[in-house]
């Protein structure tokens, strides 16, 4: 059995491999959700967009129930924290998904144009609000959340939906927004050919522009405010509780990491070159290669902001001391070694499966394809 602190580290960083996966994966399908006023422009394009998602979306949304069970199981009082705190927000992102799984069941079953673009504005919104309150909650994290536990560990809240939406947040949901735009832009370029893809590619240049501005905006930006760093803390190999520890607030603290171990900074550095890439290979008529470009972007732009917040998960504005980090948020070591096996069983297996299920319904759908499956197509 790997001891204590090892393990937190482990179920840190497997939390961010499951987050990244949901970027990848799902963020493809959120960012073809966003794109179907744009790209598509009559019902049979939308159709197009829509079948290249479709037989995939169900199998992408296990990345994000996953992430969900896993922040539940391995950091609790993340979990209690959060999900109590952040309710509004939280049934803002749950209400919005409601439309994706019956806009793509319910779409094309009537030929109703009224209908059909009714549900298309669904799946936008279904596909554009969780992308965008990610990213303000995201940034909201810089901030600190207002909350403060009082000495059974209980959590109050005193913030309120409307303190989340405030500049510096919103700078985030931009960059999330652009980021899943991009992805759902590449994977379009990809699966799709002649008008519908020469649109794709545009939005994905697009795509590429907006997310690198915000992203170095957002950079420049946190290392002007105050973040936060632990100044004494007990034995993270031990079992301790969240208030046993002293914090300070320190303007430009959230790039300790980074100015400590200088070779980090090359996790920002794969957003500008994941950008190069889709540019390059789109030039080139590489769209898988432009993909890939997409997804290092992803996992450059997740990783850069949970390196520069490490240990801290749910940093607390109203109380410090009481932030929720990595070393004093998690369940017992028997938990966390249990599910550790878990995870290193079946993650491969679904990455495995992901893969087979992609491999076997490759291609690009076409007009033609719709036309021919008007009544079986989504």
């Known amino acids: ?34 794109l179907l006023p744009v790209v598509g422009q009559d019902d049979t394009e939308r159709r197009v967009m829509i ?30 924290t959060a999900f109590s705190g952040l309710y509004w927000a939280l049934l803002l992102v749950l209400f919005a998904l ?25 799946l936008f919104a279904g596909s554009a609000i969780p992308a965008l309150v990610f990213g303000v909650a995201f940034g909201n994290l810089f901030l600190g959340v207002p909350f403060r536990l009082d000495d059974t560990m209980r959590s109050f809240y005193s913030g309120s939906f409307w303190a989340l939406l405030n500049p510096f947040a919103l700078l985030f949901g931009v960059v999330s927004l652009s ?35 915000a992203f170095s905006l957002a950079g420049w930006w946190v290392a002007r405010i105050d973040g936060y760093v632990i100044q004494s803390i007990a034995d993270v190999g031990a079992p301790i ?6 914090v300070a607030r ?31 290979a789109l030039r080139a008529g590489r769209t898988l ?19 520069a917040l490490f240990p801290f998960i749910l940093p607390s504005s ?41 491999r076997v319904m490759s291609g690009k759908v076409t007009r033609d394809f719709i036309v021919k499956n008007d009544k079986t197509a989504y």
């Not at 069941?105 to 209908?115: A, F, I, Q, V």
């Not at 590449?186 to 501005?213: C, E, M, N, P």
């Open 98 to 122: 409601f439309f994706r799984p019956v806009g793509f069941e319910y779409r094309s079953k009537l030929p109703d144009p009224t209908w059909r673009k009714a549900w298309d504005w669904g």
């Open 241 to 246: 509780n969240p208030l046993m520890k002293e």
């Open 1 to 34: 059995m790997l001891d204590y602190a090892t393990l937190k580290l482990i179920w840190w960083l497997l939390v961010g491999v499951l987050l990244i996966g949901f970027a990848i994966m799902d963020g493809h399908d959120m960012g073809v959700g966003m």
């Open 51 to 80: 079948n290249t998602i479709a037989p995939h979306w169900d199998g992408n949304q296990v990345w994000f129930i996953t992430a969900g069970g896993a922040v539940f199981a391995a950091w609790p009082f993340v979990y209690a």
């Open 250 to 280: 320190v303007p430009g603290a959230w790039f300790a990491n980074y100015a400590n171990h200088p070779a980090l900074w090359l996790i920002p550095a794969l957003a500008y070159l994941g950008g190069l890439v889709v540019l390059l």
């Open 179 to 213: 980021l899943l735009m991009l992805q759902g832009a590449t994977f379009l370029s990809h699966r799709t050919d002649g008008d519908v893809q020469a649109r794709a590619r545009k939005a994905a240049v697009i795509g590429v522009v907006v997310l690198l501005a």
């Open 318 to 358: 109203e109380m410090p001391k009481a932030s929720l980090t990595a070393w004093d948020a998690t369940s017992s070591h028997f938990t966390l070694n249990v599910m550790l096996w878990v995870a290193l069983i079946f993650t491969p297996l679904v990455v495995a499966y992901t893969g087979w299920a992609y």
């Open 289 to 307: 290669l432009a993909f890939v470009g997409s997804s290092l972007a992803c996992v450059s732009v997740i990783l850069t902001g949970g390196v």
